[in-house]
Nanobody, 122 residues
Framework: QVQLLESGGGLVQAGDSLRLSCAAS????????MGWFRQAPGKAREFVAA????????WYADSVKGRFTISRDNAKNTVYLQMNSLKPEDTAVYYC???????????????WGQGTQVTVSS
């Protein structure tokens, strides 16, 4: 099972940017689609973005489309989430995960990291 380590979170003001990173262990990183999810206090975890094995295809939740960009570097076993024009409603713990099936991009993930906190003040 892969180990995932997220980093890059912090406290920012509305309109600011942050770049999250997720480093994966193992030698099969490029074999899997990867995704970012988030969970706000008192809410269920929700899908944010996903990226194909090669990085050529990406998918986004409507709430972040046009503001967030997911990317990956297979040579570094790392997936990124560039977050621009942050809003207070983006406040959450952000997790990366590995997709293990071929179904819808919002489902079929395992091996969650410990998460990184993003707090956006108004």
């Amino acid at each position: 099972q892969v180990q995932l380590l997220e980093s890059g979170g912090g406290l920012v003001q509305a309109g600011d940017s942050l770049r999250l990173s997720c480093a994966a262990s193992g030698r099969t990183f490029s074999s899997y689609r990867m995704g970012w999810f988030r969970q706000a206090p008192g809410k269920a975890r929700e899908f944010v973005a996903a990226i194909s094995r090669s990085g050529e295809s990406t998918w986004y939740a409507d709430s972040v489309k046009g503001r967030f960009t997911i990317s990956r570097d297979n040579a570094k076993n790392t997936v990124y989430l560039q977050m621009n024009s942050l809003k207070p409603e983006d406040t959450a713990v952000y997790y990366c995960s590995r997709k293990t099936d071929s179904g819808l991009v919002k489902f079929g993930y395992d091996s969650w990291g410990q998460g990184t906190q993003v707090t956006v003040s108004s």
